[in-house]
């Protein structure tokens, strides 16, 4: 067990108090939104999950703020091995698509969550391809979408997807 905030009050001179506790995560993490969103203070959790891909540099998998899940962009990477999934940018967007369903999963929220998402391409000649693996993932009520080419991207990926999702849906 980890130490967890237990209570969290604000004194008349607006001062945030917190008491530290030794207690399950679930009922620290619900006193501590139930009492933020009172006082109006944002939220920010960061969000992660072994069932995709660790972080490559200094950012987190995504990050959970005020409702919104804002997803790093996921590049092609087994999550096991860390390596870029082998095949053409067919494989490529169905394992950045799989790595960014995981970590939306992980926060109890689903795909039909996802209101927009950036595409980078190093190939706009491979759009195509693309969204007939994208068509796969989101079906109904697609979200709002954008696609550009680059002039690289990280590991020489082909593609690389990034999302934001709105719910209040948590684990």
């Not at 200094?58 to 703020?65: D, K, L, N």
Request: hydrophobic share 45%; proline share 4%.
């Amino acid at each position: 067990m980890s130490w967890l905030i237990w209570r969290v009050s604000l004194s008349k001179k607006n001062k945030v108090s917190i008491r530290w506790h030794k207690n399950k995560v679930g009922c620290a993490k619900r006193r501590l939104r139930r009492y933020a969103g009172k006082i109006g203070v944002q939220m920010k959790e960061t969000v992660n999950t072994p069932d995709a891909p660790s972080a490559i540099g200094p950012y987190s998998q995504a990050v959970f703020a005020d409702g919104f899940l804002f997803v790093s962009g996921q590049l092609p990477l087994v999550p096991t091995t860390g390596e870029i999934v082998q095949g053409g940018i067919e494989a490529q967007a169905r394992q950045s698509l799989s790595n960014l369903k995981a970590i939306i999963e992980a926060k109890g929220m689903r795909l039909e969550d996802v209101v927009k998402t950036t595409v980078f391409l190093a190939d706009m000649n491979d759009f195509a391809a693309m969204n007939g693996v994208y068509a796969e993932f989101f079906t109904a009520e697609f979200p709002a979408r954008a696609a550009v080419q680059v002039a690289r991207l990280p590991k020489d990926a082909l593609v690389e997807i990034e999302a934001v999702a709105v719910g209040s849906r948590t684990r």
